[in-house]
């Protein structure tokens, strides 16, 4: 079963506004979270990340948002930008010394509109 | 869910030698199938890409004889490091699709390979 999982695989937001992409996870003992940005033929690339001892972290226009109760957490870009248009997966996992396992979303695609 | 496995998780190889990771979709048929290599500060590469039956699509600078990749069936692609060195040690991770869209794929859990 999904431990990560996106439920909207697509996004559209007009320039300007906010974008607001979302991810529930199943695994407690996920406590490292990311988000990658991903362009057309090319790898996914690291966004932002938060551990599970904070509750928001913010990198420019993204903004983290971790909710352990509800085991959600949601990236926020504003004002979203057309270069923002791109696909978005996040990522979990649970601390484990030396090792970049993680379990990723499906992703979900943002279409910033001019 | 769409579940997607790798195997094995971990492994520690000689230099020289060759190493098989194993991708397979649990529960589905996957058409495409991505191979990653996981950097140090976290972004994934895009190393190739494999159709099931076909060659597959290797990325700028991926060395297709030193990486093997074969997608025999729907639900099995391997990629083989041929003649590995330390400088191969790293993290890889590979994901299915159902449609040959990179939109929603279903990634692995990651192989770490160490050579020693």
């Known amino acids: 079963d999904q431990q990560v999982k996106q439920n909207s695989p697509s996004l559209s937001v007009q320039e300007g506004r906010i974008s607001i992409l979302n991810c529930d996870y199943t695994?407690?003992?996920?406590?490292?979270f990311l988000w990658y940005k991903k362009y057309p033929a090319e790898g996914p690339t690291f966004l932002i990340s938060?551990?599970?001892?904070?509750d928001k972290n913010e990198d420019g226009r993204f903004t983290v948002f971790l909710n352990k109760s509800a085991k959600h957490l949601s990236l926020h870009i504003v004002p979203s930008q057309p270069g923002d248009s791109a696909v978005y997966f996040c990522a979990a996992s649970e601390s484990e010394p030396g090792t970049y396992k993680y379990i990723f979303g499906t992703g979900t695609r943002l279409k910033v509109l001019a | 869910g769409a579940v997607v496995s790798q195997h094995p998780s971990r492994v520690i190889c000689k230099s020289g030698t060759s190493v098989k990771i194993e991708c397979r979709s649990l529960?589905?048929?996957?058409?495409?199938m991505f191979w990653y290599r996981q950097f140090p500060k976290k972004s994934l590469m895009l190393m190739a890409t494999?159709?099931?039956?076909?060659?597959?699509?290797?990325e700028q600078g991926v060395e297709k004889d030193k990486f093997l990749i074969n997608h025999a069936s729907l639900t099995l692609s391997t990629l083989t490091v041929t003649s590995a060195h330390p400088e191969d040690s790293s993290f890889y991770i590979c994901?299915?699709?159902?449609?040959?869209?990179?939109?929603?794929?279903?990634f692995g859990p990651g192989t770490r390979l160490t050579v020693l």
């Open positions: 529960d589905f048929q996957a058409t495409t």
């Open positions: 938060i551990s599970s001892i904070k």
């Open positions: 994901s299915a699709s159902t449609s040959g869209s990179t939109d929603t794929q279903y």
């Open positions: 695994n407690s003992m996920f406590d490292y």
């Open positions: 494999s159709n099931e039956g076909s060659k597959a699509t290797y």
